[in-house]
């Protein structure tokens, strides 16, 4: 038996194997945008339920931010075909412009629900409404017997001041 070392065989020698970087940077740029847009939507596209007196005190209720605000219509506010109101809820009132003419059973001492968003303006916070819903979902009704029994209520109350 032959103990002594053996001569080294040279080995092909080949370039070394290239990260696929770009690769890997297009993945984590692609990734990163989808996330951005993905957090974006879901911000957006929630409309926070909140009530006139709730606007700039309620997390999520913030002025600037898309929301749904609930009251009852005050009488004697409704102008311009419906266009111009204020809506009323626990004391506090909220001027609202909408774009069309509300439909519907919408009427002064009635409570709805406006989508919208509140903005600062010369005169103070206004409401810029999108939709005007006059009849809730059951949704809605279900999460929120509590916010209806005070929404009727101030209509009935609305309602005596005849």
Same mark, same amino acid.
């Given at each position: 038996?032959?103990?002594?070392?053996?001569?080294?065989?040279?080995? #092909?020698?080949? =370039?070394? @194997?290239? @990260?696929?970087?770009? #690769?890997?940077?297009?993945?984590? #740029?692609?990734?990163?945008? &989808? %996330?951005?847009?993905?957090?974006?939507?879901? /911000?957006?596209?929630?409309?926070?339920?909140?009530?006139?007196?709730?606007?700039?005190? !309620?997390?999520?209720? $913030?002025?600037?931010?898309?929301? @749904?605000?609930?009251?009852?219509? $005050?009488?004697?506010?409704? /102008?311009?075909?419906?266009?111009?109101?204020?809506?009323?809820?626990?004391?506090?009132?909220?001027?609202?412009?909408?774009?069309?003419?509300?439909? %519907?059973?919408?009427?002064? +001492?009635?409570?709805?629900?406006?989508?919208? =968003?509140?903005? *600062?303006?010369? $005169?103070?916070?206004?409401?810029? %409404?999108?939709?005007?819903?006059? !009849?809730?979902?059951?949704?809605?009704? #279900? *999460?929120?017997?509590?916010?209806?029994?005070?929404?009727? &209520? *101030? &209509?009935? &109350? +609305?309602? @005596?001041? $005849?």
């Amino acid at each position: 038996m032959d103990l002594s070392p053996r001569e080294a065989v040279p080995t #092909a020698v080949g =370039k070394p @194997r290239k @990260r696929p970087w770009l #690769a890997v940077g297009v993945l984590v #740029a692609v990734l990163a945008g &989808a %996330g951005v847009l993905v957090f974006k939507f879901l /911000t957006n596209a929630v409309d926070y339920y909140c009530n006139v007196d709730e606007i700039g005190v !309620k997390d999520g209720c $913030d002025v600037g931010r898309s929301i @749904r605000i609930q009251g009852v219509v $005050d009488q004697g506010s409704v /102008t311009g075909e419906g266009l111009n109101f204020v809506i009323s809820y626990n004391g506090q009132s909220m001027p609202v412009v909408v774009g069309s003419k509300p439909t %519907g059973i919408f009427s002064e +001492c009635v409570p709805v629900v406006v989508s919208g =968003k509140v903005v *600062e303006n010369a $005169d103070g916070r206004v409401f810029e %409404g999108r939709e005007v819903i006059v !009849k809730h979902d059951n949704q809605y009704d #279900a *999460e929120n017997a509590d916010r209806l029994a005070q929404g009727e &209520a *101030e &209509a009935a &109350a +609305c309602l @005596r001041k $005849d």
